[in-house]
């Protein structure tokens, strides 16, 4: 038998369904149990870069993303420990509903759960019912086997009778209720296009994490909860991270380039790699030292007057293009085009690196993981090289000419996507989020 990782106990909040008021819980329940003294770490489920900003905020400790697509059994073992040091219990969040995952069927929260070992606490939205979540709950603790579902937490209750109602419903399945919370406004995050509105961008950030702790000590019992946690079963195999893209990386981070992932960023810095951030918003050009330049994903379409203005920055990117490797993804792949089109159709020119023009004014979601080859030679490694990511963008492109693709892809299905991305001397890109090496 598998013994348990030497480690810390975990255990995973999930849900039904995306909406269900799991981050609201997650969030509470960080910060709860930091304010009574715990050392509190967390962890996000799926290819989420928004969230775990809020995660970080609620304990003050790094959130990482693990991936049971994406990575290898490694790789998910190494982000359970990263997110375990110098802490004494990991909450992880899950990703829409708890059987959900990529098209294959296969990288869901109920299988990180099953391979990790850890229980699973289901968050529950009774707002539009009553007894008949009863038959929802016999459902998710009986339809697979290999998963603990540990307890319920009820969400928007409307009152003593509702509590009533749901709690002789579910008497007879013998499951652990952990708590009733109640139907709060204040208990709202705002949301855009991409998820929720970014950590960095709310105000009264720390007056919503307040009162989801509050909330939680009131309607949850929270030493009770963090009881369930168990010790994970981790795998002792070697990640496969995305090779460092050079020794000196300058890291464009600001609220335009926010969406990395700290692992990305961890594994660049275990290779040896020293990043210097730099802030395009800020008409900062990266620093003439370094050897390559990471533009991540973000919200430039938000900010696309202001970069086009900020002629430090994109003065600072042409010139670095001659000496150094330029690699951007998603948002930073747009400001490495020609020009970006906003919302409200005015284009604004980008960097002119790449021959791509994209528009936000007539809006095409585009949505998977995605698994990815290089075409050819380059700071990703050599020709071939694998990786699984994630797209997520509304983007049109309008333009994206030349014959140098920067990979050939497939969905998660296998479903051959063609040609992603391009590349153009030392200057490279697409619309994917690098996760890890296949």
Not at 206 to 223: G, I, N, Q, S, T
Not at 385 to 404: D, M, N, P
């Amino acid at each position: 038998m598998t013994q348990p990782d030497v480690g810390v106990p975990g255990l995973i909040i999930a849900a039904p369904a995306s909406g269900s008021g799991k981050t609201t819980v997650t969030l509470g329940l960080l910060r709860a149990l930091r304010d009574s003294g715990v050392k509190v770490s967390s962890f996000k489920v799926g290819p989420d870069y928004i969230d775990p900003a809020f995660h970080a905020a609620a304990s003050a400790r790094p959130c990482h993303t693990i991936d049971p697509w994406a990575m290898t059994a490694g790789g998910m073992a190494a982000g359970l420990r990263q997110a375990s040091e110098s802490a004494e219990l990991v909450v992880g969040e899950g990703v829409m509903g708890l059987f959900d995952g990529a098209s294959d069927g296969t990288g869901s929260t109920a299988d990180l759960a099953a391979s990790l070992e850890l229980p699973v606490v289901l968050v529950v939205d009774v707002a539009a019912q009553a007894g008949s979540a009863a038959a929802l709950v016999h459902g998710f603790t009986n339809y697979r086997s290999d998963i603990d579902l540990a307890a319920v937490i009820f969400n928007r209750v409307g009152g003593p009778g509702h509590v009533e109602t749901l709690r002789r419903a579910c008497e007879p399945l013998g499951v652990t209720i952990a708590g009733y919370l109640p139907r709060r406004a204040e208990l709202a995050l705002p949301d855009r296009h991409l998820g929720l509105v970014q950590a960095a961008e709310i105000p009264a950030l720390e007056e919503f994490l307040a009162a989801a702790a509050a909330a939680m000590r009131e309607h949850l019992d929270v030493e009770a909860l963090s009881d369930l946690a168990r010790l994970p079963v981790l795998s002792k195999r070697s990640p496969k991270g995305v090779p460092a893209l050079g020794g000196r990386i300058a890291l464009a981070s600001d609220l335009a380039f926010s969406f990395r992932y700290p692992h990305v960023l961890a594994d660049w810095r275990r290779q040896g790699a020293e990043i210097v951030p730099f802030s395009p918003l800020a008409d900062e050009a990266p620093d003439a030292a370094v050897d390559a330049i990471y533009l991540p994903g973000g919200y430039p379409e938000l900010h696309a007057g202001r970069l086009a203005a900020n002629e430090k920055f994109l003065g600072g990117l042409r010139q670095a293009a001659e000496r150094a490797d330029i690699f951007g993804e998603c948002g930073g792949y747009m400001v490495l085009g020609e020009g970006l089109v906003d919302e409200a159709g005015e284009r604004h020119a980008m960097a002119g690196l790449l021959p791509l023009e994209s528009s936000f004014a007539e809006r095409r979601l585009h949505l998977g993981y995605r698994d990815v080859k290089t075409v050819a030679d380059g700071p990703l490694g050599p020709s071939g090289s694998r990786f699984r990511g994630h797209e997520f963008h509304y983007v049109t492109i309008l333009k994206e000419q030349g014959e140098a693709a920067l990979f050939t892809a497939r969905d998660a299905s296998g479903r051959d996507l063609g040609s992603l991305g391009r590349r153009q001397g030392r200057v490279s890109g697409s619309f994917v989020h690098l996760i890890a090496a296949a």
